[in-house]
């Protein structure tokens, strides 16, 4: 399998300086700042926590619908989102937790049955194991109504 790249720029102090992220080579570009990344005031610009959770709930949907797979129930869509916390610990910027929120569109299984394949599913998923250090993954699934 191909190595996969993404980079960043930095300007100026951390404070009042700005970067600039890029996935790929150039499929995808944005801004970054202090602010973006440590305040609710993201003023056009993104960070790196929304890049992770994007790239959680895109693999972890890839996850899913593969458990589904091979239970034999082919899921006609999964929809994951996903929230990235940070916060402070021991004084410095942690992610913590991870939340995912996942709802599948499938015949042949309950709710019970789901959530176990979700859970499943993010073990499986390369992306949650990448993220080990992080103190809690938690995912919650539930059939499309």
Known sequence: MAARTGSANWTGDLQDGSGRLVVGPKRWEADYSFRSRFTDDAVGATNPEELLAAAH????SMSLTHVLTQAGSVPRSVATSARVRLR????????????????????GVDEAALQKHAEAA????????????????????????
């Open 57 to 60: 709930a895109g693999c972890f």
């Open 122 to 145: 993010e073990a499986g998923c390369a992306v949650s194991r990448a993220l080990t250090g992080v103190a809690e993954i938690r995912v919650t699934a539930r059939r499309q109504p």
């Open 88 to 107: 402070p610990v021991d004084g410095l910027p942690t992610i913590d937790l991870v939340e995912l929120d996942t709802t599948v569109d499938v015949d």
